[in-house]
T-cell receptor
Framework: GDSVTQTEGQVALSEEDFLTIHCNYS??????LFWYVQYPGEGPQLLFR?????EKGSSRGFEATYDKGTTSFHLRKASVQESDSAVYYC?????????????FGIGTLLSVKP | EAAVTQSPRNKVAVTGGKVTLSCNQT?????MYWYRQDTGHGLRLIHY???????EKGDIPDGYKASRPSQENFSLILELATPSQTSVYFC???????????FGPGTRLTVL
């Protein structure tokens, strides 16, 4: 079945560091891909999405490019801030016989030190 | 004016007891979802619904039931709670067109 793999369970950075969180997916066709962010004490919220090969999604200084060739949607930010500390989830929209649903990766906890 | 609310926010239950988690949405979305969040597993889908009166099994439905009595409300029911069901539970709503989902703040459930 469809799946999402996030290889980093935790990432610890200092302010102004460059961030990369890796996301690879397994699915047929061109699934819509998402990044969600979850701040402490809150539910996840959509950061951005992308639906086509080479499409770039971006928001709040974060960006990711849909790469069909490498089946990847890596999250990047040039200069992180302490306020970016959160859990980040990569997800894909799965089209199945039981309907559409989101499949989430395990999440990456980002901690940014001032 | 939060669009997806959950109650209670925290719950302590005893093994074998019945637990009901409630969710209300004011987005007027047809689809609603229940997830549990556990370290190392991310968010996993328990049950979902396409509208009032409908419920569907998600990826980990065992030990859980769901009820959708109206467009706005979606409940998750643990008839016989077990310690393995200790987790944080999230409800979400969505239109289904782009699958974007809007999450509530979560319920932390501890089963002793």
């Amino acid at each position: 079945g469809d799946s999402v793999t996030q290889t980093e369970g935790q990432v610890a950075l200092s302010e102004e560091d460059f961030l990369t969180i890796h996301c690879n997916y397994s699915a047929s066709g061109y699934p819509t891909l998402f990044w969600y962010v979850q701040y402490p004490g809150e539910g996840p919220q959509l950061l951005f999405r992308a639906s086509r090969d080479k499409e770039k999604g971006s928001s709040r200084g974060f960006e990711a490019t849909y790469d069909k060739g490498t089946t990847s949607f890596h999250l990047r930010k040039a200069s992180v801030q302490e306020s970016d500390s959160a859990v980040y989830y990569c997800a894909l929209r799965s089209y199945g016989s039981s309907g559409n649903k989101l499949i989430f990766g395990i999440g990456t906890l980002l901690s940014v030190k001032p | 004016e939060a669009a997806v609310t959950q109650s209670p926010r925290n719950k302590v239950a005893v093994t074998g007891g019945k637990v009901t988690l409630s969710c209300n949405q004011t987005n007027n979305h047809n689809n609603m979802y229940w997830y549990r969040q556990d370290t190392g597993h991310g968010l996993r889908l328990i049950h979902y619904s396409y509208g009032a009166g409908s419920t569907e099994k998600g990826d980990i439905p065992d030990g859980y039931k769901a009820s959708r009595p109206s467009q706005e409300n979606f409940s998750l029911i643990l008839e016989l709670a077990t310690p393995s069901q200790t987790s944080v539970y999230f409800c979400a709503s969505g239109t289904g067109n782009y699958a974007e989902q809007f999450f509530g703040p979560g319920t932390r459930l501890t089963v002793l």
